[in-house]
């Protein structure tokens, strides 16, 4: 391959990295939703995603209701940073904050996603797991 032919490959390679970065976004709020149903976990929380500019350098998951101790018990930092990446790539305007109420995560941040994959042809699984973090 030459410089000419890369140079030509790269509007479909874009299209297919934010494809392949919907998808995992996707992937990982399903897997998520399904833990947050099958533990019965809800609540108002904050997600505070990395943010050098005010020195936070790991993601934050606070409960604004309900016990923080749960929520520490139920998600790991590596759960953390994918559900900060996911909701950062699926937010419509730039942000590092997130307010929601953990039961309606899924529902409210993936149909942008879905309907992207969709739009471009992708197939939606029921099996779908998600992601692990050496991905």
């Given at each position: 391959?030459?410089?000419?032919?890369?140079?030509?490959?790269?509007?479909?390679?874009?299209?297919?990295?934010?494809?392949?970065?919907?998808?995992?976004?996707?992937?990982?709020?399903?897997?998520?939703?399904?833990?947050?149903?099958?533990?019965?976990?809800?609540?108002?929380?904050?997600?505070?995603?990395?943010?050098?500019?005010?020195?936070?350098?790991?993601?934050q998951?606070?409960?604004?209701?309900?016990?923080?101790?749960?929520?520490?018990?139920?998600?790991?930092?590596?759960?953390?940073?994918?559900?900060?990446?996911?909701?950062?790539?699926?937010?419509p305007?730039?942000?590092?904050?997130?307010?929601?109420?953990?039961?309606?995560?899924?529902?409210?941040?993936?149909?942008?996603?879905?309907?992207?994959?969709?739009?471009?042809?992708?197939?939606?699984?029921?099996?779908?797991?998600?992601?692990?973090?050496?991905?």
């Open positions: 391959m030459n410089l000419s032919q890369l140079l030509a490959s790269r509007p479909a390679l874009l299209r297919q990295a934010a494809l392949a970065n919907a998808a995992f976004a996707y992937a990982v709020l399903r897997g998520l939703g399904r833990r947050i149903e099958t533990n019965r976990l809800g609540g108002l929380v904050r997600l505070l995603a990395v943010d050098p500019s005010v020195e936070r350098y790991a993601p998951l606070i409960a604004l209701s309900g016990s923080q101790a749960v929520l520490d018990e139920h998600f790991d930092e590596a759960d953390l940073v994918r559900l900060a990446d996911a909701l950062v790539f699926a937010s305007t730039p942000a590092t904050d997130f307010d929601f109420r953990l039961e309606d995560m899924f529902s409210r941040y993936s149909p942008t996603l879905r309907s992207a994959l969709q739009a471009a042809g992708v197939e939606l699984s029921d099996e779908l797991n998600m992601p692990d973090h050496k991905t």
